[in-house]
């Protein structure tokens, strides 16, 4: 779930919500509350950062949720062409996009944007980035900044035994380092809880297919992460081996660091390091499975941030039998932009417009998806202010070929009561090929909550 403070709320066509619903595309919606341009002329962030407004901040959420389930309405009463599917209009739509909104302000008032004079030193990393990244050629070639990772080192095992089940923890060295001289390296070289790579493990004694599962943010903690992908139903019932594998700046790779370090956050340079050492880190858990078992089939299932991972994954490698995409961002200093908080004449701003290149050079739209297009699946909410249905779902679906698609009746972290979402993350790996022999009609409609 990312992390920054203002949503705008998203205008949706209709349509059925349900399986009919799969082909579609988010139409047009108005222009942005938050984002904007940047102007040419950029006076010191210091000398140009305007008053605070803690009282808008507070009812914020009330009236972008009542914008939201007007435009709703507007939209639903409409005659014309429509892409998108939506639901009737209700109030228990309503409550989900208000608890979006509700997250998205305690997450804002839990990293706060810096003050002036600490962005500057933000500003200054950006404009160095620009240049190196640009004459490094990755700007044009977002490929080749990410690059392939080698086997993990001294992977360790420790099985772990909870009530009545069990399974393995993973410990390695996580190998990912910063080209030299790359802006933010030291930085980055100094957090000394991500260099080890951590992760749960649901085995089985004999060979079996794998599913690696990527948090979103907030997440990466065995209790949370267990439950909100139903790991035990995907072992257990669908038979896959599973692995979770934690994210940079999450659990415990986020002991000791220091206030502010976050992923994502307002720090662009650790939101590029991070995203590339998260695809290292996922791409060397795939390396390592091979290694086990040469010939095992292994799919990709990520959440919100880790969605937006999984994506990056899926276009550099060229085995996966499935990837599944649930309320996946797609673009990620966008996302800053749009949650950042930040009123349109506020300087910052210009600081996160600059960085709109950088954001692309890390973003799965500007890289070819290699999974099959059979393997091919994306969810996301009718109600989601977190992850945007345009600017981030739609483009991604259609930047993948438009695949198979489940709009579901819920805010962002509404997936995981939504039964149509379980069902169509079930049918899509039986559908993939990664599951076989299972009974379809077997779907599990009821969350996991043993979490072990």
């Known amino acids: 779930m990312p992390i920054f403070g203002q949503t705008d709320t998203a205008r949706v066509t209709k349509d059925s919500c349900g399986r009919s619903g799969r082909a579609a595309s988010v139409r047009e919606m108005e222009p942005s509350d938050t984002a904007g341009p940047s102007r040419p002329a950029r006076r010191s962030v210091v000398d140009r950062v ?3 407004a803690p009282v808008r901040n507070v009812i914020g959420p009330l009236t972008r949720t009542g914008r939201y389930y007007a435009r709703s309405w507007r939209d639903y009463l409409d005659d014309g062409p429509q892409q998108m599917p939506i639901a009737r209009p209700t109030v228990a739509l309503a409550a989900e996009a208000l608890r979006d909104e509700v997250v998205l302000l305690g997450l804002r008032a839990r990293r706060p944007v810096s003050d002036p004079q600490a962005f500057e030193r933000i500003h200054a990393e950006v404009l160095a980035a620009l240049e190196y990244y640009g004459a490094g050629g990755w700007l044009d070639n977002p490929k080749g900044f990410f690059r392939t990772p080698g086997p993990l ?5 420790r099985p772990v035994q909870r009530r009545n089940r069990s399974y393995f923890r993973l410990r390695w060295d996580s190998g990912y380092r910063p080209r030299r001289d790359e802006p933010g390296a030291d930085r980055w070289l100094g957090y000394q809880a991500v260099s080890h790579g951590y992760g749960l493990m649901l085995r089985h004694r004999e060979p079996r297919p794998w599913l690696v599962c990527v948090h979103g943010t907030e997440m ?13 139903y995907l072992h257990e019932r669908l038979g896959l081996n599973v692995v979770l594998p934690v994210l940079p700046l999450h659990g415990p790779r986020a002991k000791g660091l220091p206030k502010g370090a976050v992923f994502p956050g307002e720090d662009v340079l650790d939101d590029i390091h991070a995203t ?7 791409r060397g ?7 086990q078992e040469p010939d095992a089939s292994i799919g990709l299932y990520g959440l919100s941030l880790g969605g937006f991972i999984a994506a990056l994954v899926a276009s550099l490698d060229d085995r996966l039998t499935c990837a599944v995409l649930g309320v996946p961002v797609a673009d990620l200093i966008e996302l800053l932009g749009r ?4 009123s349109q004449d506020d300087p910052r701003r210009d600081t996160i417009a600059l960085a709109t290149p950088l954001g692309r050079m890390i973003s ?3 890289l070819t998806p290699k999974v099959p297009m059979s393997g091919r699946f994306i969810y996301a909410g009718l109600a989601d202010q977190v992850v945007h249905p345009r600017e981030q779902v739609n483009r991604l679906w259609d930047h993948w070929g438009r695949p198979e698609i489940e709009w579901y009746r819920g805010g962002h972290a509404g997936f995981f009561q939504s039964r149509p979402v379980q069902h169509f993350v079930t049918d899509a790996l039986i559908q993939s090929g990664l599951v076989t022999g299972a009974d379809p009609a077997d779907r599990s409609g009821r969350p996991d909550t043993k979490t072990g």
Do not use: K, M, Y
């Open 276 to 282: 590339a050492n998260a695809v290292w880190d996922v």
């Open 285 to 291: 858990v795939l390396g390592w499975i091979r290694q």
């Open 339 to 342: 949650h950042s908080g930040l």
């Open 50 to 52: 305007p008053g605070s």
């Open 364 to 366: 799965p739209l500007s």
């Open 220 to 232: 990466g903690r065995a209790a949370i992460d267990l439950a909100l992908f139903r790991a035990w």
């Open 153 to 157: 080192n001294e992977l360790e095992v």
